[in-house]
């Protein structure tokens, strides 16, 4: 099969990129085809029924959706019908002795800070971190060159009106923890908070992260939504918009050619003048049989443990993301963990009761090469812990919780076919050099990457932000 464009993998990335490209080819005569490995779509972000049940598998919350940011943009060019709830607060971390509340509204959000953490200058710390991540969305959305390839987008980006959010680019190598001098705070919750945040938007802690991933991190919380039916109905949305989507077709392998490529998997094979994808990068050195991509840069990737199961519908919650606070966790590298509750009005979803998809942080050497004995020992240890915090913070009994299955890096693995079930892309660290940020990396002509492995990485309105861009530069 022939098509001038091919995307490989069905996930946020590879959904948006086709169906932005599938509108801008219109009347043109060009064609388009996504290949997806699974018989679902969404990737990282998508979704299984089980037991009358309609689950997150990963992700769980959309953000991005403030004028002019990615899927706000992103339902807007392509029409999707999407029924969105704004959720506030955007989360709510519970520590052993205390709640504290992420209000969308900036004071609201300063206010509850001064009053759990009165002796910090938490007017100082957070007008910063505002005025940073505000500067950071305005040069990315208003910068479509952005990874610049060339020193003709150099100088177009230096002519722009973003000009004036140049300037935050310094912030790019302080850490968080330097910028915002954490050291000096002697909270444990404090810091305990904000690392963590950091640990589910930029994967690392405050004094490995730049300053200005940090604070667009930091902030996503006033900007957090909810998909009425979950991620099944943001996926379902952008497939519609696919018109060669094709399932259960995994590509093996990837030969360059002189028109282009030729794409072989498990059914058939296709052959293009551009090659999209959307895989993590090290996924690629299988498919093309040589060494492009360096495995060592994945050693500071984390996977995740997930935990499913559902609870006693409960129409007042206060919220529905929860970061629970906690001691280190078995066989897991975070000291919290991640609550997304459904809707309790999404009949979609289920009618009498609500589902729980809980993750943390994990590393892949865990949960590898073990006897099932031990795999299974492990996954059990590790739920147990988990449950019986849930347990106590959501004052619940064990025996009101039901349909409870868990997911280890060997998981993802199967149904994303991610290099060792690494995902939330590559931790933002000063490790990284900054030009990493602002090339695209690809090793071959007309071979495209986007993904949360690349630019500019981590979460759905990341990667959609990259496929945006992308497709705006691509004819
Ligand atoms: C537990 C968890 C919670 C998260 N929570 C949030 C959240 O609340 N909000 C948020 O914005 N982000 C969240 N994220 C991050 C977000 O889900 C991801 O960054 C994003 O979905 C990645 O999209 P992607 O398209 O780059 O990659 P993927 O989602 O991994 O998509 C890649 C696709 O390629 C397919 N594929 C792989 N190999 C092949 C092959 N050989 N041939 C064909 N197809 C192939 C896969 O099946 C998959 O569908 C979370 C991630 C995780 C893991």
Redesign the pocket.
């Known amino acids: 099969m022939e098509f001038d464009t091919i995307v ?8 948006s990129t086709t169906a932005l490209l599938e509108q801008k080819y219109k009347g043109t005569g060009k064609s388009i085809a996504l ?4 018989s679902l ?6 979704y299984f029924e089980r037991q009358g049940y309609l689950f997150d598998a ?7 959706l403030k004028p002019g940011r990615p899927i706000s943009k992103l339902i807007q060019t392509l029409s999707l019908e999407l029924d969105l709830i704004k959720i506030a607060p955007g989360i709510v971390s519970l520590f052993p002795d205390k709640k504290i509340r992420h209000y969308a509204d900036e004071r609201k959000w300063i206010d509850e800070l001064n009053v759990r953490f009165p002796d910090i200058d938490n007017e100082k710390v957070w007008s910063r971190i505002f005025s940073i991540s505000h500067a950071g969305w305005k040069l990315s959305t208003d910068f479509p060159e952005l990874p610049l390839t060339n020193w003709s987008e150099v100088r177009t980006l230096l002519k722009s009106q973003s000009i004036g959010a140049l300037k935050i680019l310094p912030s790019l190598l302080t850490s968080v923890e330097e910028a915002l001098q954490l050291n000096k705070i002697h909270n444990e919750d404090y810091k305990a908070l904000i690392n963590e945040l950091l640990f ?1 938007t930029a994967q690392n802690e405050a004094k490995k992260t730049p300053m200005l991933m940090g604070a667009m991190g930091l902030t996503y919380t006033d900007d957090t939504y909810y998909v009425k039916g979950g991620m099944k109905a943001f996926a379902t949305a952008l497939e519609k918009k696919c018109s060669n989507l094709f399932f259960k ?4 392998s990837i030969k360059r050619t002189k028109e282009g490529f030729t794409v072989v ?1 498990n059914k058939d094979t296709f052959t293009c003048r551009q090659l999209i994808s ?3 990068e090290w ?1 690629h050195n299988d ?1 093309f049989n040589e060494k492009i991509f360096n495995e060592k840069s994945s050693e500071d990737c984390w ?2 443990f ?1 935990l499913y199961m559902t609870i006693p519908l409960k129409p007042d919650r206060e919220g529905l ?1 929860f970061q629970v606070h906690c001691d280190s966790i078995p066989f897991c590298g975070s000291k919290s963990f ?1 609550v ?1 509750l459904s809707h309790p009005d999404d009949e979609m979803r289920s009618h009498t009761r609500q589902t729980v ?1 809980i ?1 943390c942080h994990t590393k892949p050497e865990n949960w590898e090469f073990l006897s099932q004995e031990e795999y299974i020992r492990r996954k059990k240890n590790t739920e147990d812990f988990i449950l019986d915090i849930f347990c106590r913070r959501f004052q619940l009994d064990r025996h009101e919780l039901a349909n409870i299955f868990t997911g280890s890096p060997k998981t ?1 693995v199967k ?4 290099f060792r079930g690494l ?3 590559i931790p933002h660290s000063l490790k990284r050099s900054p030009l990493n940020y602002l090339k695209a990396k690809s090793p071959y002509k007309n071979f495209y990457l ?4 690349q630019f500019p ?7 959609v932000l990259g496929a945006q861009n992308l497709a705006a530069k691509l004819d």
Request: hydrophobic share 40%; proline share 2%.
């Open positions: 490989i993998g069905a996930g946020a990335a590879g959904l290949l997806e490995a699974h779509s969404g990737g990282c972000a998508s990963g992700a769980t919350t959309l953000s991005g589910i077709h995994k590509v093996t998997t959307t895989l993590p996924n498919l996977s995740a997930m993301y991640f997304s998809t993750s993802f149904y994303t076919n991610r995902v939330g892309g986007i993904g949360d492995t990485g981590q979460g759905i309105a990341a990667v």
